[in-house]
Antibody, heavy 119, light 110 residues
Framework: EVQLVQSGAEVRKPGESLKISCKGSGYIFPTSWIGWVRQMPGKGLEWMGI????????RYSPSFQGQVNFSADKSINTAYLHWSSLKASDTAMYYC????????????WGQGTLVTVSS | EIVLTQSPGTLSLSPGERVTLSCRTSQSVGSSRLAWYQQKPGQTPRLLIS???FRATGIPDRFSGSGSGTDFTLTINRLEPEDFAVYYC????????????FGQGTKLEI
């Protein structure tokens, strides 16, 4: 069974750094891209970007380019979303997602990681 | 960049009714690249429809997708109480690079 398991909720102060994780299982991890989706409180879904764990090829949505970084460690089947300096506006739920074989839609979602940034 | 516009923003209906949700794209897209998701309060989104028409595994047949070009619809026949949720359409593009876009969502409420 394919599963994406994300790290737990985080609370940070503005300006702090943070890395959250997404561990894949039940499939050959390097064979599928892993994407990230943001959902701010009470708002809709926003695609942030995607990373290929096999070679770390990364594509960012223009809205998130320069704001976050993605990385992946295929040896432990884990993808990461990293902020170097958090802002209050980064407060949101973050989902990792796996596209289908054709990469056209997301057939598997992580359970979400709630990030709260507050002074 | 393709923009997806969903309408209406919110819809108030009753169980047993039939509803049609709209997703309009800013330019013509291939139907194979259009999907629909459902998100219930406090839950992770789940895939309903892929390729504009194809129900995902385990999705009841009261859900159906249709459309082409710039106009796509999600129809739910005989609404069940558990269908009251937010519905999102999503497009996959490759020009100039890999790009996924979500509509802003339609909330279905009782």
């Amino acid at each position: 069974e394919v599963q994406l398991v994300q790290s737990g909720a985080e609370v940070r102060k503005p300006g702090e750094s943070l890395k959250i994780s997404c561990k894949g299982s039940g499939y050959i991890f390097p064979t599928s891209w892993i994407g990230w989706v943001r959902q701010m409180p009470g708002k809709g879904l926003e695609w942030m970007g995607i990373i290929n764990p096999s070679d770390s090829d990364t594509r960012y949505s223009p809205s998130f380019q320069g704001q976050v970084n993605f990385s992946a460690d295929k040896s432990i089947n884990t993808a990461y979303l990293h902020w170097s300096s958090l802002k209050a506006s980064d407060t949101a739920m973050y989902y990792c997602v796996r596209p289908n074989a054709g990469d056209t839609f997301f057939d598997y979602w992580g359970q979400g990681t709630l990030v709260t940034v507050s002074s | 960049e393709i923009v997806l516009t969903q309408s209406p923003g919110t819809l108030s209906l009753s169980p047993g009714e039939r509803v049609t949700l709209s997703c309009r794209t800013s330019q013509s897209v291939g139907s194979s690249r259009l999907a629909w998701y459902q998100q219930k309060p406090g839950q992770t989104p789940r895939l309903l429809i892929s390729g504009a028409y194809f129900r995902a595994t385990g999705i009841p047949d009261r859900f159906s997708g249709s459309g082409s070009g710039t106009d796509f619809t999600l129809t739910i026949n005989r609404l069940e109480p558990e269908d009251f949720a937010v519905y999102y359409c999503q497009h996959f593009g490759t020009s100039p690079s890999l790009m996924y876009t979500f509509g802003q969502g339609t909330k279905l409420e009782i």
